[in-house]
């Protein structure tokens, strides 16, 4: 689900289980349920924007917040139901370039990471971190 500051809209984009248990496991790791991930796009990178991340406890009121629910073990960060709700949060400029996109978590042998799939990405650079509209 996506919320405003004052409303609920359909999600601009998604972001998969393997995302949201890795967003929940980090929350876990530090011990603090008020965080929240951040994708953001910047100017950089070899294909001119590129994607940032960082945990962030702080929202703003024209964020874009996205919400998932995810199953959990006991001791997990659970409410009482063994569920937690993970979110992804994206500042109003990112969004406008994020609109359609999926946020996942990949392990490989180049290691692991969270990566988008961007459906408004004309070209990628082959490390996948950057692009160009």
Do not use: W
């Amino acid at each position: 689900m996506l919320e405003t500051a004052d409303q609920h809209q359909s999600s601009p984009l998604s972001f998969t289980d393997a995302a949201a248990r890795r967003i929940q496991e980090l929350i876990v790791e530090e011990g603090n349920y008020n965080l929240k991930l951040r994708v953001y796009i910047t100017g950089g990178g070899c294909s001119g924007f590129q994607y940032g991340f960082a945990f962030d406890e702080n929202t703003r009121p024209d964020d874009c917040i996205v919400e998932k629910e995810i199953p959990v073990e006991e001791g997990e960060g659970t409410s009482g139901s063994g569920t937690m709700t993970v979110n992804v949060v994206i500042d109003a400029l990112s969004i406008m370039y994020l609109s359609g996109a999926e946020i996942d978590y990949v392990e490989s042998l180049q290691g692991a990471h969270f990566t988008v799939r961007n459906p408004n990405a004309q070209t990628t650079c082959s490390c996948g971190s950057s692009f160009s509209l």
